[in-house]
């Protein structure tokens, strides 16, 4: 059996440049002496840290909520979703038409270059021929995620209210599918009430379609004592499709986020690898501050988080 490295040279006849060239390099390189290690080690070290950890989050829209700017919106639906996408935000959920059809919606939103990412109904807009209006608004707007942003009283304090409802909210899941939307629920402080040995959100996880989106507040959440954020993250897997960005701190109410008492890095860590998210959505409500310099700097900090 020929000699394989002898019958390699043999049919190579550029090997002994090739061997001759990394001998060069070889020794080139092992003449590096200690200083000129420790240069390398220091420049390396000045790499800026939002370049060592470019793949540490998923790329995630942030929007924001038009409650934040509900006031302006009144007067000025345009210049208003101008100033936001400003501020350097991707999209926008509405709360309110204002009397607008969802064509003339999209013309202002296609103007300010935001997308629609969820629309905060009642729950009677969904509801009978109304949601018919309601899916056709919603196309039109380009927006997929029809969140209902609250529910009658009763409904919190009563698991058989609490059973229809969740199988009300099951057969609009099932009529909207066809459409291409989906219909989800946004928490308040009073959905982390016991009804019975759990919670109140996690009955109603378990008792909802897995495709009905369990839009999460992270700072209503935090209003309840012994709630905590990781946990419902983690046990409904897949179901927090948007997200509510909301600083909670009971120290400073009206901190903004980064400088409030939530744990961000970890609810994004969790968000991302096992709550299915697909946007971030950032709200304020305090009144401490004019509500585009509140959304500009806490869109600013969550930034420097994720950098």
């Not at 897997?237 to 970890?266: C, Y």
């Not at 969790?270 to 959304?295: K, M, Q, S």
């Amino acid at each position: 059996m020929p000699d394989p490295v002898a019958l390699q040279q043999r049919l190579d006849p550029v090997n002994d440049l090739n061997r001759l060239n990394f001998r060069k390099v070889i020794m080139k390189t092992t003449q590096l002496n200690r200083r000129d290690f420790l240069a390398l080690g220091t420049a390396a070290a000045l790499v800026p840290a939002s370049l060592t950890a470019a793949a540490k989050w998923k790329k995630i829209p942030i929007a924001t909520q038009a409650w934040c700017v509900r006031k302006q919106m009144k007067d000025d639906i345009p210049g208003t979703l101008q100033a936001v996408a400003q501020l350097g935000y991707e999209g926008i959920e509405l709360e309110n038409a204002f009397g607008k059809s969802g064509v003339e919606w999209r013309k202002y939103l296609d103007a300010a270059k935001l997308k629609a990412c969820g629309f905060h109904h009642s729950f009677n807009e969904l509801k009978g021929d109304k949601l018919k209006t309601a899916i056709e608004f919603n196309q039109a707007i380009g927006n997929r995620n029809l969140i209902i942003r609250s529910l009658p009283k009763d409904v919190y304090n009563s698991k058989e209210l609490l059973l229809k409802t969740a199988a009300e909210i099951n057969e609009i899941a099932d009529k909207i599918k066809a459409a291409g939307l989906r219909v989800g629920y946004h928490n308040h402080t009073t959905d982390f009430n016991k009804i019975g040995a759990d919670y109140w959100w996690n009955v109603f996880a378990d008792q909802t379609r897995k495709n009905v989106i369990l839009q999460f507040d992270t700072g209503n959440a935090s209003e309840m004592e012994g709630v905590s954020v990781l946990d419902f993250l983690k046990r409904n897997k897949g179901r927090t499709i948007s997200m509510h960005v909301k600083p909670f701190s009971k120290k400073s109410p009206d901190a903004f986020l980064g400088d409030d008492e939530l744990n961000w890095n970890q609810i994004m860590k969790t968000v991302e690898t096992v709550g299915g998210v697909e946007w971030y959505i950032i709200e304020y409500e305090r009144d401490a501050f004019p509500p585009l310099e509140a959304l500009k700097a806490n869109l600013d900090r969550f930034k420097k988080m994720r950098a």
